[in-house]
């Protein structure tokens, strides 16, 4: 088993930046993907952006150019950096690890990001 612990969350004006950061409770050794996914009122959870265990990353259309995915592979992390926010991010942030050997999911509790002036 795997927790995910998600933070960086809150209240931002429009034009602003947030980081958001999921750590790992253990290493993963196999090849996996680790991403952020999002959820707003009355819509169905989205991918935001993903990043494999070879760095390789994607990016939904929307936020390409304002966010970037890193990960640290010494502290099991993964990183959101979201710039130019606006309010149509505003969402519920997950993370989500995906092991492929297993194919086995793993999601964090979901952090809330709100764009508001």
């Known amino acids: 088993q795997v927790q995910l612990v998600e933070s960086g969350g809150g209240l931002v004006q429009p034009g602003g930046s947030l980081r958001l950061s999921c750590a790992a409770s253990?290493?993963?050794?196999?090849?996996?993907?680790m991403g952020w996914y999002r959820q707003a009122p009355g819509k169905e959870r989205e991918l935001v952006a993903t990043?494999?265990?070879?760095?390789?990353?994607n990016y939904a259309d929307s936020v390409k150019g304002r966010f970037t995915i890193s990960r640290d592979g010494t502290k099991n992390t993964v990183y959101l950096r979201m710039n130019s926010l606006k309010p149509e991010d505003t969402a519920v942030y997950s993370c989500?690890?995906?092991?492929?050997?297993?194919?086995?999911?793993?999601w964090g509790q979901g952090t809330q990001v709100t764009v508001s002036s």
């Open positions: 990043i494999t265990s070879g760095s390789v990353t």
């Open positions: 253990r290493s993963i050794f196999s090849r996996n993907t």
């Open positions: 989500n690890l995906h092991t492929w050997v297993e194919d086995a999911d793993y």
